[in-house]
T-cell receptor
Framework: GEDVEQSLFLSVREGDSSVINCTYT??????LYWYKQEPGAGLQLLTY?????DMKQDQRLTVLLNKKDKHLSLRIADTQTGDSAIYFC????????????FGSGTRLSIRP | KAGVTQTPRYLIKTRGQQVTLSCSPI?????VSWYQQTPGQGLQFLFE???????NKGNFPGRFSGRQFSNSRSEMNVSTLELGDSALYLC?????????????FGPGTRLTVT
């Protein structure tokens, strides 16, 4: 079945690293994504990883993929107040390539 | 390059009415997908259009329909509105859909049904 799961909330101190976790169920997923949504806004594509990769780094963002456990994580280094948002994990399946399945989103809040 | 634009940004309708939402993709993008976002159900895929043809469809009733024009602009129509149709409707564009892994979202149209 199609299901992407994430924890609903995460609170971190400014300057610390944030790690947002996600699990997915479809082993035929081709691409896995992280999107950011700020209040009142649409979704911003942050980064993505191909299913044949284990890790991708892009400035402060690091994506780790464990295909065996179907686990995806997003690490944000040196978390800033501007990182406060909802982060969505999403998978794109080979069987239905134009359809993306989203998780419920993780609300990241930053403590001073 | 301009991003994905959606009009209108906000809309208030009453039950039983119909509504049409519009999406203009990024220039050169030929695939447009529509999503519904609600607090209870999250983000759910509605349908995708490519070259004026519906290529994929989610699990929504027939009251939800769409179309795409030759310039790749897309419209989404909801007939006989229900209270539960209140949501943020997001449109996303990509170069060609299935062979393009980057999908860019517009700011959304917030529909309120009273």
């Amino acid at each position: 079945g199609e299901d992407v799961e994430q924890s609903l909330f995460l609170s971190v101190r400014e300057g610390d690293s944030s790690v947002i976790n996600c699990t997915y169920t479809d082993s035929s997923s081709t691409y896995l994504y992280w999107y950011k949504q700020e209040p009142g806004a649409g979704l911003q594509l942050l980064t993505y990883i191909f299913s044949n990769m284990d890790m991708k780094q892009d400035q402060r963002l690091t994506v780790l993929l464990n295909k065996k456990d179907k686990h995806l994580s997003l690490r944000i280094a040196d978390t800033q107040t501007g990182d406060s948002a909802i982060y969505f994990c999403a998978e794109r399946m080979e069987s239905s390539a134009s359809k993306i399945i989203f998780g419920s989103g993780t609300r990241l809040s930053i403590r001073p | 390059k301009a991003g994905v634009t959606q009009t209108p940004r906000y809309l208030i309708k009453t039950r039983g009415q119909q509504v049409t939402l519009s999406c203009s993709p990024i220039s050169g993008h030929r695939s447009v997908s529509w999503y519904q976002q609600t607090p209870g159900q999250g983000l759910q895929f509605l349908f995708e259009y490519f070259s004026e043809t519906q290529r994929n469809k989610g699990n929504f009733p027939g009251r939800f329909s769409g179309r795409q024009f030759s310039n790749s602009r897309s419209e989404m129509n909801v007939s006989t509105l229900e209270l539960g149709d209140s949501a943020l409707y997001l449109c996303a564009s990509s170069l060609s859909g299935s062979s393009s892994y980057e999908q860019y979202f517009g700011p959304g149209t917030r529909l309120t049904v009273t």
